[in-house]
Each structure stands twice: as structure tokens, then as C-alpha cells.
């Protein structure tokens, strides 16, 4: 991997290059010893001796109507000891508010706790049981006399708005949640001097994030409240929302997210049915109670993304010059609007990727179906967008000619055209405007991994074997606001306390923040603690997710370490009779006197670095510490102790990118695909660990091509889900990945101090247009289309058989 | 039923229902929470334990199958406090985990490979931990660490 720091507007990398040595390195991860030793705490692991265990009882239908439900047998069983349906949360059982409303949301609909009246999908939650242990509540859930009368089923994006199509919610005319319709330029008027118009249908079907740990929440009454483990990507939005639902101070509702099993989208979801109902049940019962979700439930309780299906027309020039694009399309809400729009704006939003794409109307509609709630799935909308771009892209390199690398060439926005705006307003209310970039520089580098690359493929192709390529660009909206906030604090020990708001499910944060913070003090990284996900460290908070927690969380910690070091300085110039511009903090000390750039002290407790002036005085930081936190006398530093809190809220997102392409080879017998070689150049700006944002990027380069060649939720025309096994929704294995090669740009952010654009989402974002083109190039004998994605052997084989 | 099972050189005897998970049983009846459960029906091997150094999926083993058995879990392979295995080291050092749940499966299936496969290719690497689903690195790095571990003597 080769890094080429290249600054547009650069201000941001600068800072991050002179303050902390530590950020653009790799440390091998603080967290790691803890979780390789099978000393984690995941939600499952929390035990306490009288812990209750529930179970849900889910609905079997789509869509019925609910005539009665008989608890009597359940609450029969020995061990079980409570049977909730709605009746008894009363007011607390909803409907939730819509998390995001938005204008266009015409017809919004939250989830409620437990189904009233109507099931709207398989797995709503219908009843839950609570018994001494999971198998007995198990036991129980199958013992819910529920009398349902099974109504017919809106199911498919096109079946659900047809006119006869049955009503998800009384009330909402069509199935249609909302209506989005945005015009930048005139398309219509440049369409009118086309050189050439092409037209096509687009679709992308459902899929699970599959995060390896399902969804859990434990609540524990403990005091006068209540301390609640949940498996969630935002603890302290979840904390702030539960409170108020069940009307406690916040004091009194601790929540922990402990280590996560991943979460990849769905694990931000607010409300989940049982985030309500364990606590609920904890009080209500005075006993600790936990909920694990089991896999077969995670697949019809967990939220999914990813339907969409747009019709799209491009305007070009003669030159290849992209005139103008319009597009139509229908996204699939599922049966309930938690996240309203957000994801189908994402997809509108993202979908202009690197060109200058001045004359665009989209249109889509939000459409209720009588399966599993729709949210967020790393990616968020973004590979739709990518997808029908990149696709369009290809057919205008076709129709006239060109290479698809040249075509896109010919339509990148500059690298002296930032900020670029897009005319478009981002998921997060801000313009969407390109902070930076250097699309051809990705270009070159991407050509430049490719040598070679088309030799192998005639190789492979002489010998009668179906091998192609295919290329995606894509610029995705990251760390979107509205903040996050880090408190970070030097101990008497020496040791430095980091915490956030945000919880990590393997973002490496307990590390990435540490190198930010542990540079500014100068102490030694395993000398910096973080804490994340607990409301009790740290009370101020939206997430991880969107790519945001390195922009918002790494820049946070950034302010506040600085602010901890300038006053650090000052207590210890009093101490040691200087300036505080006098002091160094290095070695877990602060220096005074010292010859600049003097060896580093052995360790905390060193001496004077070796060779100093007698003039050399030093005091360790803890010590400082201390002596700001006086216990006689009176405070002469302001606030006591070395702490500050510092918060980072960004004016807009920023605009991370990347081009990615692979070698696919077809089976001729089976139309079993399979990804030989896949290439990544990446830019998120300044990297906090190289290791880690490899890492990111080759988990999201795995879903991604999962997503693409295996990944489907199939439901039957009933809305039943035929996929809820690791059987049946393959997820991809270490035989169907290949190494992945990867290489750096990098254009800092200039909307935050450390120039961070993020990378989470990064690798699986252009995957389906990448694969698409690569199967298409492979089966060109064929002339196949690939308009849809995920694809399976089964339908490529189809493809082969006309 | 009565079960008698060595788990990580330690006799237990438990009382327990036949129906009870071998993954149930070390985690909840002997609270060793470093065994992870992430599919219950066999497919995702984050659940996978020694049984007589073979590897198994606890998920798919009742704990009255153990009588008279050796189990080894994760928290088995860690000479002392402090230490790592090999194995855990180069996971370490190539960035072979991320959330860190499905890891104490692959470390489990890994050990006794290694041990008949000293000298692996990545292609028989790939294949060996095709049982074992990880969400989050793309096994690229897992494959590494393996490499690694290999290199530096079979992971033993």
C-alpha cells in the first residue's frame, strides 16, 4: 500500500501531520488482547443470578388481522412467569415516533412495541414471554394461542403500488409513504438537443446485513433505576429516547453498548420492539431480564435494505458528454417508515457520483409492503445511486464507442472544480457540495493497478474460459453531523480517559482514539482508556454509523486533547516557574528546558533525556494532574484536574471516493461466478490507522460482492421470507473472496481539523455496478444484460440459455 | 441428567437437561462467555470448541454428549494472564479481527489445522476456514494471520 499525500485545501492534513506522530500509523489494536482471549463483554455475556430470559411471539402472516390472543396455557407452564400483549404496556406500546420526518414523507408510520389489531409482516412482535430461562420462554412463545385472519398481502414494489393492491396501513393511499421530486438545470430542455438517449430498468433487491452477533438488550432495575445492555450503534439517542418514554430521569437510565458483534446499519434502528419491552418487563417484574435474538428471528426482526427499482434515461453528446439524467424510482419502506426517506434521498443524492451532472430529475415514491421494516444497511441507499450511474456509464462507452474508462474521463468534475455542488440538498439537510477530490488521479492509479490486468484476461479468454472486467467510481456523503463530543481526562496515574458517546462494534475506536489523543499529550498509547457506548462516562451522543465516527468522534478527540495539553502546559509552567509555551508534553511528562527535539525519556517514570541541561526540569503528567485537583486551598487553574469536553460539529458532510474494478470469471456448466481479482483506490482523506481503513475496506469489498453474487431475501408471493437460514441467504466465505488490492489517494477534508472524510462504508459502495460490468464483459458472447442485482448462478445460467 | 466433562483442564459436574446446548452449557452454566453463538444451527462456526481436540460446533452438541470428554475453549488456549497464543498473536499483529465475535470460533478451528498442516497454501487456508463466517474483515487478514502463525511454527 502506498500513501501520496496530495493537499487541495489543505489545512486540515497539516494538522494532523505536525501535532500527532501517532495518527497515520498502525498500532497493532489496544482492544484486541481482550477480544482474542474471550474476554470481550458482548450483550449476551452480561449474567445475573435472578435473570429472567423472554422470548417474542411473532406473527406467521404478512398481513392478518388479529382476532384474539389466548396466554392462558403459556402462563400455565412452570418457570414462566409473565405473558405481555399489548394491553398491558398501555400507552407505552406506541406507535413510536417516525425517527427522521421529513416534508416529503407524506405518510410516515412508526413501529409499536407489540402488534394491535393488525400484523403488517412476518416477525412483527405480537406477545412476549418471560421465563426462568431462555428455553422454557421459548417453550411458552409456541404456547400463544394467537387467532389471526390472514388478509391478503402487499408484496413487490410494483404489485404493492398497483391500484388494486392491497392497503399496508389504512389510510395511506397506494402504499405510498412518501413522494420526492427534485429537479437541478433543465433536463427537459437538454434533452430536446440530445445526440443520444438511452433508457433502462434497474433493480436491486433486499438483503440482510448479517452482522455475526444478533440483536440483544438486557435491563437490570438496579438502585433506583435501571442499567440496560443493548447491542445498538447509537446508546446515547437510545438512552435519551427511552427515558422520556418511560418518563425517568436520565440519571436513572444508565444504557451500555458493550463490545458489539457488528453492526453494519440495523443495530442504529430506534425503537426495536424489544428495546422496549425488556425494560418494561425489568420493572415491571424488579428482576433483571434479558432477550437474545436468535438467528431464524434476526432475519424477520432486524431491519433490511436495499429494494429499489429505477427507471433511468440518460441525455449524451456526441463526445460522450453526460447531458443530462433523470430517473424514477420506487423504494421499499417495508411495512413501517422508522427512518422515513433517508435512505431513497441518499440514493438521489448520491447517484450524480464523480461527473458534472448539471441537468438531473429524480423522482421517486416510498412504498409500504407487508414485509420486514426497512432501515439502514452499510451503504445506505449509496450502491443504488452507484449502480444505475456506473451502468449508465458503460452503455454510453458502448453506444459510442469508447472505453468505459475513457467516457468517465471525460465527465469527472476536476480536481480545481471543489467545492462542487451538486444543486442537491444531503440526508443531513446540508448541500450536498464536494468538499474534495481527485477523481482522475483515481483513475490513473486504477489504470495503473490494472497492467497487465487485460493480457490475463485474453489469456484466460483464448483458452475458452469466461473471464471480464468491469470498473465503478463512486463519491459517497460521510460524517454527517449534527456532532459528537469526547471528554478526555489525565488521571493521577498517568492514565488518560477518552470517552465518547458513540459505541464501536469493531471500528477499532479504542485504538484510533487513543493515537489521536495519546499524540497530542505525548504519553504512551497504552496509556490512553477509551470508553465508549456508556451513557454513564459520557451522556452526549447520536452514533456510529454513515461513516461519521473518525470525522465526528476523531476530530472531537482532537479539540479535546488539545484543549487538555494547552492547560496541561499552564499548570505545569506555574510548577515548574516557566511559559507554558516553554513546555513539552512528551514521554507522559511535561518537560521543561529541554533541547529541542532531546531523546525521548525510557518511559513515563524516565529521567531527564540523556545529555540535557542541568536546567531540565520535568514533572509527570499525572502529577500535573493532580496538582490541579488540590484537596486544601483553593483552585489557581480554573477547572479542576487536566479535563476538557470538546464537541465537533461539522457544517456539512464530507465527500470520501473511490474506483474500484474486478476480474470475474463465469462457469460455462453451473454460470457460477467467481471474483479472481479485485482492485480498490480509495480516499477518506487522512488516515487515523492505515491498518484499520484497510480493514474497513475489505469487510465492505466482502459484503459488497455478497451482496452482489449471493446475498438475496426471497419472499413467496405471500410475503413469507424463504431465506432465514445461513443455509439459504448465503453469506460470502473465505473461498469466495479474493485478496483484495487496495491503494490510497489522498485529498483532505477542509471542513474539519484533521482533514477525515471517513471509511466504513467505503468498500461495499460500487461493488453491484463493478460486478455487473465484469459479468458482462465475461458473458459477452451472450450480449447479456445485467440490470439487476443480487445476481445468483441460477439467473446468470438463465442469461447463458438465450 | 448428570454430565462429567473436563473443560479446559477442569472437572465439572453439572446436573442438566438433556436438551441443554454444549454452547449453552459452557456459557451460561460455567460462564465461559468467550464461546460466541451466532447462528444456532451450524453453519457460522463462531461456536466452535475443541472436543477432544477435534473441532465442534457447540451450537450442534448437547451438553449430555460430553460425558467424559475434553473440551478446550478460547479462554483454554491462553497459557496465562497476559499471554497470547501464537495463533492470537499473529491475529494480532495482521489485523485478523474486528468486533471480535466470530474470532474464538476461527481460533478454534484453527488450532488443531495448524497442528496437521503446519505449512498451509492461502488456497488451503481459505478452504480450511470455509466453515467459519467473519462479517467484518473479508478474511483477507484472517488468511494472514494464519500465514503468519504458520510461519512462525505452525501456530503451536
Known sequence: MSVDVRERRGEGAEAARSRGALIGQSPRRLEDARLLTGRGLFVDDVQRPDMLHAAVVRSPHAHARIQGIDVSAALALPGVVAVYTAADLGHLNGPFSVLI???????????????VEKVRHVGEAVALVVASDRYIAEDAADMVAVEYEPLPAAVGLEA????????VHDGVPSNVAGHYVRNVGDYEAVRRQAHLILKERFRVDRGAASPMETRGVVAIPEGRGLTMYVSTQAPVALRAWLAAWFDLPEMELRLIAPDVGGGFGPKVMMMYPE???????????????????DRREHFVATTHEREQVHDVEVVVGADGTLLGLKTNFLYDSGAYSPYGIQIPIISATTLPGPYRLRNYSVEFRAVYTNTPTVAVYRGAGRPHGVFVMERMMDRIAEALGLAPMEVRRRNFIQPDQFPWDTGLIYQDWAPCKYDSGDYPALADRLERMLVGVADEVAQARAAGRLVGVGMGFYVEGAGPGPYEGVRVRVEPSGKVQVATGVGTQGQSHFTTLAQVVAGELGVALDQVHVVTGDTAAMGWGIGTFASRAAVLVGNAAYLAAQAVAEKARTVAAALLECTPSEVELRGGRAWVGGPAGAGEPAGAGGSAPAGARETVRSLPLGEVARRANPLRGTLAFGEPGLEATKFFSPQQSTFPSGAHAAVVEVD???GFAKVLRYFVVHDCGTM???????????????????GALLEKLVFDEEGQLLTTTFADYLLPLATDIPAIETDHITTTSPLNPLGIKGAGEAGVIPCHAVVAAALEDALREWQVRISEMPINPCRIWELMQR | MKVTVAVNGTYYTRE????????DFLRHELGLTGTHVGCEHGVCGACTVLVDGQAVRSCLTFAVQMDGAAVTTVEGLTPAEGELHPLQEAFREAHGLQCGFCTAGFLMTLVPYLAEHPNPSEAEIREALSGNICRCTGYQNIVKAVQLAAAKGGGR
Do not use: Y
Not at chain 1, 420526518?101 to 402488534?115: E, M
Not at chain 1, 487515523?688 to 455478497?706: S, T
Open chain 1, 668 to 670: 460455462r456448466g453451473t
Open chain 1, 275 to 293: 428495546e422496549v419491552l425488556v425494560p418494561f418487563a425489568a420493572m415491571r417484574l424488579k428482576r433483571p431480564v434479558k432477550w437474545i435474538e
Open chain 1, 160 to 167: 404493492a403500488v398497483a391500484p388494486d393492491a392491497p392497503l
Open chain 2, 16 to 23: 442438566v437437561e438433556p436438551r441443554l446446548l454444549l454452547s
Open chain 1, 101 to 115: 420526518p421529513h416534508d416529503d414523507l407524506q405518510h410516515g408510520r412508526g413501529l409499536s412495541a407489540l402488534a
Open chain 1, 688 to 706: 487515523i490507522n492505515p491498518m484499520v481503513v484497510e480493514g474497513q475496506i475489505h469487510g465492505g469489498v466482502a459484503q459488497g460482492l455478497g
